[in-house]
């Protein structure tokens, strides 16, 4: 963690794929959502896990 730390320190952009929410939350200040391979939201962590969190809600509603 302290290197990537350092890295991201150094770096203007830095892009990162993970499936990790508090890695996302402690390394980023912006967030992509993505479906199906394409970008269907872009802006806050917050509000992209918030988003993130409404899609995986009616998946499982709609999935019983």
């Given at each position: ?28 200040n ?11 939201m ?7 896990f ?15």
């Amino acid at each position: 963690m302290r290197r990537m730390e350092e890295f991201i320190g150094k770096s203007r952009i830095m892009v990162l794929a993970s499936h990790s929410e508090d890695l996302i939350r402690s390394a980023c200040n912006k967030a992509a959502l993505m479906q199906a391979g394409r970008i269907v939201m872009f802006g806050t962590v917050d509000d992209v896990f918030a988003r993130y969190h409404e899609l995986l809600a009616q998946d499982r509603a709609h999935h019983r």
